[in-house]
């Protein structure tokens, strides 16, 4: 299996412009997880869904981030606009069933607002 | 807040000796912690996990401690090895949802 898929690996753009990451899971898990790496806070959950719908998007910064996932082989976090606070790695993972099942992470991507 | 807590940012371990991290979280309705390795450019990576009726799971050389009375866990690492040098972070599910609370991470440097 190619594990979860992420996509650019890294994206530099300027404040206010739109920003759009991508996730593929792998193939047959239920769930998918987004996460954003900073410094000061680790990592920290935005949002995840199950079965392609969202359950808890509590982690959600603010309105200017959104996700979707429109199957259940694909998934999107867009941030808009973007301003240099949201400069960060943001992880996807999924994971098998429910349960205390570990998550696979994929490799991330660094995003770098100017 | 954070409910997970590593409060160490960084640690150094002479090759072959015992590392130690540390992790301490606020709710006790946490059921299920977890290790995870991260690499420098890679995704954070399952180490070993503990279910909160035990007190003690053991992988190789990878333990992990869990004392529920003083919400505090630990994972040890013996020998320690180059290998290991990563950041290590400590993570925890509470048993009616499905997302993981992660610390902020412990950066291990194994040297020789």
């Known amino acids: 299996d190619a594990g979860v898929i992420q996509s650019p690996r890294h994206e530099v753009t300027e404040m206010g412009q739109e920003v759009t990451l991508r996730c593929k899971p792998i193939?047959?898990?239920?769930?998918l997880f987004w996460y954003r790496q900073t410094m000061m806070r680790g990592l920290e959950l935005l949002i995840y869904?199950?079965?392609?719908?969202?359950?808890?998007d509590s982690g959600m910064p603010e309105d200017r981030f959104s996700a979707k996932m429109p199957n259940a082989s694909f998934s999107t976090l867009k941030i808009q606009p973007s301003e240099p606070r949201d400069s960060a790695v943001y992880f996807c993972?999924?994971?098998?069933?429910?349960?205390?099942?570990?998550?696979?992470f994929g490799p991330g991507t660094r995003l770098t607002v100017l | 807040d954070q409910q997970v807590k590593q409060n160490s940012p960084s640690l150094s371990v002479q090759e072959g000796r015992i590392s130690i991290l540390n992790c301490d979280y606020t709710?006790?309705?946490?059921?299920?912690f977890l290790w995870y390795k991260k690499y420098p450019a890679e995704g954070p990576t399952f180490l070993i996990s503990?279910?909160?009726?035990?007190d003690k799971n053991e992988d190789g050389r990878f333990t992990v401690f869990l004392n529920k009375s003083a919400k505090h866990l630990s994972l040890h690492i013996v020998p320690s090895q180059p290998g290991d040098s990563a950041v290590y972070f400590c993570?925890?599910?509470?048993?009616?949802?499905?997302?993981?609370?992660f610390g902020t991470g412990t950066r291990l440097q194994v040297f020789p």
């Open positions: 993972a999924s994971s098998l069933f429910r349960g205390p099942n570990e998550q696979f």
């Open positions: 193939s047959g898990h239920d769930y």
């Open positions: 869904f199950n079965n392609n719908v969202p359950i808890d």
């Open positions: 709710n006790s309705m946490f059921d299920y």
């Open positions: 503990i279910s909160s009726i035990k």
């Open positions: 993570a925890a599910r509470k048993g009616d949802t499905d997302k993981l609370i």
